[in-house]
């Protein structure tokens, strides 16, 4: 080989193990941070309730400068109007039309609802996480809690963790019952399909378990999108710019992360090769 392929082949291998080990190190830090929800819902417990009015609420309008509630709400409603346009367009062309409030109950809940929670909370929850942390990091407040005793991972990334879990739940109902509403308003008001067809399939396949095991799949990927953007911003260098970087990585690796996780997880709950609710038939 020669000398600029050996270098090409040297390069690759260097980039790999760096990906392998910054891998490592992300595995490690999420360990780190579930090992100790114990002891900070003993310690910090005040923390976790001021963190959590503050992911739902936040502190100016709710689409501007708050919290969450408006934008997963906004996001849900289009995506949810979005699905009742194409969708009703699509079952028209084929003559299943009245199918349209089956195809609601299957993909909003099992698929669209916990996506859109998830990038809702990436681009606004996640990337603030990212740009406070590591605001401390490189003011080096973080360091001044190490030395005073004070377990920054705990107080400042498992905090956060618990918070997000907790608040993604109202947040994702409020998000579903969105996508419910607006996939309804345009097949049935937009549309002219029978209320009464529409509400009987959609009953007919969205048992109970399916919205427990949406709200499960949206509990997993805000546990990812949350350690991904603390564990950017915690580990943030280089000043401001920095900061602006580390924020940048986290929400693309987390966006990422959440379509990867979203197959896995449907895999897991509703098998390769799931069945339609109350028919028995395969989709």
């Known amino acids: 080989m020669t000398v600029p392929a050996v270098d ?6 260097r980039r790999v193990s760096a990906g392998l080990a910054e891998a490592g190190a992300q595995f490690t830090f999420a360990l780190h941070v579930l090992a100790s929800v114990p002891a900070t819902l003993r310690h910090h417990w005040r923390q976790i309730v001021r963190l959590v009015a503050e992911i739902s609420f936040g502190s100016a309008t709710l689409l501007a400068g708050g919290g969450s509630i408006g934008v997963v709400f906004a996001m849900s409603f289009v995506t949810g109007s979005q699905i009742g346009l194409e969708g009703f367009r ?9 199918l349209s409030g089956a195809m609601s109950g299957l993909v909003n809940t099992r698929e669209l609802a916990p996506v859109v929670a998830g990038i809702a909370l990436a681009a606004k929850v996640g990337t603030g996480f990212t740009a406070q942390l590591g605001a401390m990091r490189i003011a080096e407040e973080i360091d001044a809690l190490d030395a005073m005793s004070i377990r920054s991972l705990r107080f400042l990334v498992t905090t956060r963790m618990i918070a997000a879990f907790v608040a993604v739940i109202p947040l994702y109902l409020v998000g579903l019952f969105a996508s419910y509403v607006a996939t309804r308003l345009i ?26 095991l949406s709200l499960l799949k949206a509990l ?32 693309r690796t987390s966006i990422v992360l959440i379509m990867i996780a979203d197959i896995l997880v449907t895999f897991a709950f509703w098998g390769v090769y799931p069945s339609i609710p109350g028919t028995g038939s395969a989709q």
């Open 220 to 251: 997993v990927l805000a546990m990812i999108v949350t350690m991904v953007h603390c564990y950017h911003g915690y580990h943030a260098y280089g000043g401001p710019e920095g900061v602006g970087k580390a924020a940048g990585r986290a929400l």
């Open 90 to 98: 699509g079952l028209d062309l084929v003559g299943l039309s009245p």
């Open 8 to 13: 090409a082949v040297t390069r690759n291998l």
């Open 187 to 212: 097949v049935v008001n937009a549309n002219g399909q029978s209320p009464g067809n529409y509400d009987y399939y959609f009953h007919l396949v969205l048992p109970p378990q399916d919205v427990v």
